[in-house]
C-alpha cells in the first residue's frame, strides 16, 4: 500500500469539519488535487495538533504549528503520528510527503524501518510547489 500524508496549514476554517478545515489555503487545495490524482491507496493530513487525521475526521479548529514547536515537541509529535500510522495496519510500503521539513524531520527515520519515505517536492519553496503544481494541473486539462 502507498499513501500520501500532506500537512496542514496555517489558516484554517474556524468551524467543526473534516479536511475542509484546510481549505482556505492554496496550496493545500492543490497539492490534494495532484494527490488524489496520483496512484496513492489514500492520504492523510499530518496535524500539528492532532497527529495523524482521515480524510472523513471532524476536527475542532486550532491555532497551532510544528514550525514554532522545539525539536522535543516535535520528537513527541512525531512519535504521535508513528503509533496512528502503525494503528492504520495498512500494510504500508510507501509513504509520500507533502509537507515541510518540520512535519517529517523526525517521523521518517522511525517510518525507514521497513517503509519507503519519499519528499517528492523536497527543496522546493511554497512559490516553487504552486508553480509546480499549476503547471502539472493545466498540463492535465491541456491533455483532456
Same mark, same amino acid.
Given at each position: 500500500?502507498?499513501?500520501?500524508?500532506?500537512? +496542514?496549514?496555517?489558516?484554517?476554517?474556524?468551524? *467543526? +469539519?473534516?479536511r475542509?478545515?484546510?481549505?482556505?489555503?492554496? &496550496?493545500?487545495?492543490?497539492?490534494?488535487?495532484?494527490?488524489?490524482?496520483?496512484?496513492?491507496?489514500?492520504w492523510?493530513? &499530518?496535524?500539528?495538533?492532532y497527529?495523524l487525521?482521515?480524510?472523513?475526521?471532524?476536527i475542532? %479548529?486550532?491555532?497551532?504549528? !510544528?514550525? $514554532?514547536?522545539?525539536?522535543?515537541e516535535?520528537?513527541?509529535?512525531?512519535? &504521535?503520528?508513528?503509533?496512528?500510522?502503525?494503528?492504520?495496519? /495498512?500494510? #504500508?510500503k510507501?509513504?509520500?510527503?507533502?509537507?515541510?521539513? *518540520?512535519?517529517?524531520?523526525? /517521523?521518517? %527515520?522511525? #517510518?525507514?524501518?521497513?517503509?519507503? +519515505? $519519499?519528499? %517528492? &517536492?523536497?527543496?522546493?519553496?511554497?512559490?516553487?510547489? !504552486?508553480?509546480?503544481?499549476?503547471?502539472?494541473?493545466? *498540463?492535465?486539462?491541456d491533455k483532456?
Amino acid at each position: 500500500m502507498k499513501i500520501a500524508l500532506i500537512s +496542514c496549514t496555517k489558516l484554517k476554517a474556524d468551524y *467543526n +469539519c473534516t479536511r475542509e478545515m484546510y481549505q482556505e489555503s492554496t &496550496l493545500f487545495k492543490k497539492a490534494v488535487k495532484y494527490i488524489e490524482q496520483q496512484d496513492y491507496d489514500d492520504w492523510y493530513v &499530518l496535524s500539528a495538533k492532532y497527529g495523524l487525521i482521515k480524510q472523513n475526521d471532524v476536527i475542532e %479548529p486550532y491555532d497551532l504549528t !510544528l514550525n $514554532n514547536m522545539k525539536a522535543t515537541e516535535r520528537i513527541k509529535w512525531s512519535e &504521535l503520528v508513528f503509533k496512528q500510522v502503525g494503528d492504520l495496519q /495498512l500494510g #504500508l510500503k510507501q509513504i509520500d510527503f507533502y509537507s515541510g521539513v *518540520n512535519y517529517r524531520e523526525y /517521523l521518517i %527515520p522511525v #517510518l525507514k524501518e521497513g517503509i519507503i +519515505c $519519499n519528499v %517528492p &517536492l523536497q527543496g522546493k519553496g511554497i512559490g516553487e510547489q !504552486l508553480q509546480f503544481y499549476t503547471l502539472i494541473q493545466s *498540463n492535465t486539462i491541456d491533455k483532456e
